[in-house]
């Protein structure tokens, strides 16, 4: 008979189709049943923190959930930062987990499910009668709300007999939410009005517009408009006409594409939480500039928004052009005016920086040059994350990943490659890691190069050192030997794991990438880049850090 594992393991895969962890104790009854009798993906990785890496990666790039595992006590704990990064970014994974029994602790059990909360995470528990409905419904949960949520099997439970599997309701997940009362329509003919009004609009989309598919309804709202647009980081390429488009906005962006961002006198915000760093620390637009901002959130999320609706993206941007379609221009729209090529472009940079180590700008616009069209970028956290996000275009949001940043995280870069190569097999998969995360997660450096082969490839941005710690409390005088790491071989870690590994100390060394990505996939191994980077090239981003923290 079907153990309690199994009712979770057979109820999951007709929800979830690829799982990532550690087998451990506590899950491998779980792991057992997933084999054996699903048809369920399990990818192993070889810390537990992967496993919710890989499957936060998963849905960033596919859209669809996926789930981790990892078994009770140290294997749950390993998984927290993580955890709490998946919370932070609002990305809905499953994990599933074992737990203590349920007839008390035992010496080495934690209460996981308060180490759950305190970072933010539900945890549903699974019992001898209700494992099947009980996996529903935290797999409904994590679709809702947009979170991950922890799925606990009790060790005494595990391998329980339970009987056949019970035909369970599949999860339901609510509609986009639609703008509601006469408030809410008086606030979208306010903005529909400013916006007819405006010499210079602006639309700005964040990953909430493109998790909502409003890219066609925002850039009909743009036409109708004649708006300038821009996204954040993670809503890269939501718009579609890329000649009015200024990049990304924030600290990521170009000057002369922020300089028009600040003269707008209406800006309509899509999907954005308009955090510190899209927002400039709080300079992206100028005073007077009216604000709006769309949203699913209860309420608007920065003091500078003048008006909120609480709506999908798409639903409120359709609206809008509805209460537009009768707008036509007396004369040339302010985007007709502008360049945007030449505003959204950045620093060339040298070929080496005067320490005789790359130039990091350079690198960066050399490899952007040599990466395969079909790439999906996946990002570690450090100082490193503004050369990919600046230099390296991508076809669109869900191409573009930060696994760390919400939490200001570094470390899960390796395990992000697995998530998306898992979830998009047919695309070339480019990490963008520093030496600093690059170490700390460097076992799934495994892991990565097995799920990506010769689709996969990583560039380490080495520059011997904690970088964003450097350029900040260097500067302010604080001792640089803990923020300094010995400069470490990263290409030889990619021999040692059947990759081929590139030390990169001119820009002629990156002819190997060009010569690999002509290949055939299935002829070519898992390249990794080890650019020998100069220290004292600071990017863009990290200078404005250092001025409002100095």
């Not at 040599?370 to 570690?380: A, F, K, Q, T």
């Not at 710690?469 to 500067?475: F, K, N, R, T």
């Not at 190997?512 to 004292?536: C, G, K, M, N, Y």
């Amino acid at each position: 008979m079907p153990s309690v594992s199994a009712h979770v393991a057979l109820t999951l895969a007709q929800h979830i189709d690829a799982v990532f962890g550690v087998m451990g104790n506590g899950n491998a009854y779980f792991l057992d049943a997933l084999e054996r009798e699903t048809t369920a993906e399990f990818t192993a990785v070889r810390h537990e923190q992967g496993a919710v890496v890989a499957a936060d990666a998963h849905y960033r790039a596919s859209g669809r959930i996926a789930a981790g595992t990892a078994t009770y006590g140290a294997g749950f704990t390993n998984t927290l930062t993580a955890l709490a990064e998946s919370v932070q970014a609002r990305v809905p994974l499953v994990l599933v987990v074992g737990d203590g029994p349920t007839s008390g602790p035992r010496p080495w059990d934690v209460d996981q499910i308060a180490l759950a909360s305190a970072v933010g995470a539900r945890t549903y528990t699974v019992g001898h009668a209700d494992a099947a409905a009980t996996t529903v419904i935290a797999i409904e949960h994590a679709l809702t709300y947009r979170v991950p949520v922890v799925l606990a099997i009790p060790y005494d439970v595990a391998s329980r007999e339970a009987g056949p599997v019970p035909d369970v309701p599949s999860p339901r997940v609510p509609s986009a939410p639609e703008p509601e009362g006469a408030f809410a329509e008086g606030m979208l003919d306010e903005i529909a009005a400013a916006l007819r009004d405006a010499k210079r609009p602006f639309l700005l989309a964040g990953r909430g517009a493109w998790l909502s598919g409003a890219g066609e309804a925002l850039g009909a709202l743009a036409d109708a408009t004649g708006a300038l647009t821009a996204s954040t980081a993670l809503g890269r390429g939501v718009f579609p006409a890329a000649e009015f488009d200024l990049g990304v906005t924030g600290g990521f962006g170009a000057d002369g594409a922020m300089s028009l961002v600040h003269d707008a006198d209406v800006v309509v915000v899509f999907g954005a939480a308009l955090n510190q760093f899209t927002m400039r620390f709080g300079e992206l637009f100028a005073p007077g500039t009216r604000v709006f901002q769309v949203d699913v959130a209860p309420a608007a999320t920065h003091a500078h928004v003048g008006g909120f609706v609480r709506g999908d993206a798409r639903v409120v941007a359709e609206a809008l052009v509805g209460r537009l379609s009768r707008t036509s221009f007396a004369g040339v729209s302010w985007r007709e005016t502008v360049d945007a090529a030449a505003e959204r472009a950045y620093d060339a940079g040298d070929d080496l920086a005067p320490d005789g180590r790359i130039d990091p700008r350079s690198a960066a616009r050399r490899i952007a040059e040599l990466l395969p069209e079909d790439r999906i970028v996946v990002s570690d956290g450090g100082h490193f994350i503004g050369w990919a996000n600046m230099y390296w275009p991508v076809a669109a949001p869900d191409r573009m990943m930060m696994v760390g940043t919400a939490f200001q995280a570094i470390g899960q870069g390796w395990p992000s490659v697995v998530g998306a190569a898992r979830a998009r097999p047919e695309s070339t998969i480019v990490l963008t890691t520093g030496d600093g995360g690059g170490l700390m997660a460097i076992a799934d450096l495994e892991s990565a190069v097995r799920a990506a082969g010769g689709r996969g490839c990583a560039v380490v941005w080495n520059d011997a050192a904690y970088g964003a710690e450097v350029h900040l409390y260097g500067l302010k005088g604080l001792a640089e030997e803990p923020m300094l790491i010995p400069e470490v071989d990263f290409a030889a870690f990619a021999a040692a794991v059947g990759a081929e590994g590139v030390a990169v100390r001119t820009l002629g060394d990156l002819d190997r990438l060009a010569s690999w990505a002509a290949q055939p996939v299935a002829e070519r191994p898992f390249l990794l880049l080890d650019l020998r980077i100069s220290p004292t090239v600071i990017a863009p981003y990290q200078q404005e850090v250092i001025r409002v923290n100095s």
